[in-house]
Nanobody, 115 residues
């Protein structure tokens, strides 16, 4: 049973930084893609960033140049370095991992950015 566990969320002032981590347990497989999604109150869940097993990255336009995704495939861990945070970045951030057609989700970690 694969489990994704996020950590690193919290409260930060605008302009600050946070680093999210997500560790996958219960399997030794190398996920095809790992990534981060977020869901703000009243909004749909959206992709923030993703990274393939070959380290190809994708970023949503609002976070380009501010967020950096990385992964340690050997440890099945993915990170999200978030800089220059803004109040509009406030959301629950979810870790996601895909293996073939199977998708896994973490329970989420709350990021709150105060103005």
């Amino acid at each position: 049973q694969v489990q994704l566990v996020e950590s690193g969320g919290g409260l930060v002032q605008a302009g600050g930084s946070l680093r999210l981590s997500c560790a996958a347990s219960g399997s030794r497989v190398r996920f095809d893609i790992m990534g981060w999604y977020r869901q703000a109150p009243g909004k749909q869940r959206e992709l923030v960033a993703s990274i393939t097993d070959g380290a190809r990255t994708t970023y949503a336009d609002p976070v380009k140049g501010r967020f950096t995704i990385s992964r340690d495939s050997a440890k099945n861990t993915v990170f999200l370095e978030m800089n220059s945070l803004q109040p509009e970045d406030t959301a629950i951030y979810y870790c996601n991992a895909k293996l073939r057609v199977v998708e896994y989700w973490g329970n989420g970690t709350l990021v709150t950015v105060s103005s």
